[in-house]
């Protein structure tokens, strides 16, 4: 027979078997994950998530000793695997679950509606990266992972990476005019401005977000590891609550992270957080709703109104600026770039 239990994180199971009227168990065995494979399911087809939540997996092979086997995307795959060489890397077309048969799996993810089989707690509750060491069972301090950082310099110029482009409108700085105020601003300070989204414009129906005037392009499909070889060189980093902010964080520069829709806890601190607490916000984090992936105008209160999306509205460009004088002083010579 089968004993199956609901909760699918990290426990670690007693399993006592008796026969009938006998107290005395004649199997008593405890969980051990010492030397055994496990393998840790990550979801394809997004960045940030692996990000945040890849060093909890690391923090679990070396708590238990195991065998660990990580599913994931090849992208994901070739970013990360030559740092990790004690971690077998595996993306789903090749993972040969049979073959391996695991001693234990686990799944990581976000999973709304009050899920608590594949969640100790709603991730909603401790910020979503963290919910990887909850399911784990590991210290849920955050921590980036171990990047390749060893690229040389190809631009002699001082320069700043932004990236305006997101999966959601709500993820989005809504201000219409926000980010030419900012790329204006930078390039008075000295900076080149380069844009590193994968594509110069996103966007659903009639609702579309294209590259500020006045950035230099550097978009287009390259790998993550060339991202990351331009990330290190900037200055800082200027963007959203978005896959490309979760990189340049691994990347060990300064990110002035913009957002409305998150609350600052919802994401990986940083001094340069930018948030406007004056109006609605923070829908992401309300466990009274369940964010909808194919709804690209989701705003759960004041969808259709002259409200939507306020969240990033009322942040202004002055209020992005005036963070940015702030960093752009903290790592220059009182504001000279040398």
């Not at 391996?100 to 100790?120: C, E, K, M």
């Not at 607490?277 to 259709?304: A, E, R, Y």
């Not at 409200?307 to 000279?336: A, D, P």
């Amino acid at each position: 027979g089968w004993v199956i239990s609901t909760k699918k994180y990290y426990v670690k199971f007693r399993i006592q078997v008796s026969k009938k009227d006998d107290r005395t168990p004649f199997l008593d065995t405890v969980m051990a994950l010492n030397g055994k494979p496990v393998v840790i399911s990550f979801p394809t087809g997004t960045l940030g998530d692996i990000i945040s939540w890849f060093p909890y997996a690391e923090r679990f092979r070396k708590k238990h000793n195991c065998k660990l086997y990580c599913v994931m995307s090849k992208e994901m795959c070739v970013l990360l695997s030559d740092q990790y060489p004690e971690i077998k890397f595996l993306n789903p077309e090749n993972y040969p679950e049979q073959s391996l048969q695991p001693y234990a799996t686990y799944r990581i993810g976000l999973f709304f509606n009050g899920d608590t089989n594949n969640q100790p707690l709603d991730f909603r509750l401790v910020g979503f990266h963290r919910n990887a060491g909850y399911i784990l069972g590991v210290d849920t301090r955050e921590e980036p992972p171990k990047l390749n950082l060893t690229a040389k310099r190809e631009i002699a110029e001082p320069y700043v990476c932004i990236a305006v482009q997101s999966t959601a409108q709500a993820k989005h700085w809504n201000n219409g005019t926000g980010w030419s105020e900012v790329v204006t601003h930078l390039k008075k300070l000295g900076y080149r401005v380069l844009c590193i989204d994968r594509s110069s414009h996103g966007g659903n129906g009639f609702i579309w977000n294209h590259i500020p005037w006045g950035v230099e392009d550097f978009t287009g499909d390259i790998s993550l590891q060339e991202r990351v070889d331009l990330l290190i060189h900037a200055s800082f980093f200027v963007g959203l609550p978005s896959g490309l902010s979760w990189l340049a964080w691994a990347c060990d520069i300064p990110v002035v992270l913009i957002s409305g829709f998150s609350r600052p806890a919802s994401e990986f601190y940083t001094p340069w957080r930018v948030f406007n607490p004056h109006g609605c916000n923070g829908c992401w984090d309300n466990t009274s709703f369940d964010f909808d992936h194919t709804d690209f105008l989701w705003c759960p209160v004041h969808k259709g109104t002259e409200r939507q999306f306020e969240c990033t509205r009322l942040i202004t460009g002055k209020q992005v600026c005036g963070v940015i004088n702030s960093l752009h002083m903290t790592i220059t010579n009182n504001g000279k770039i040398e």
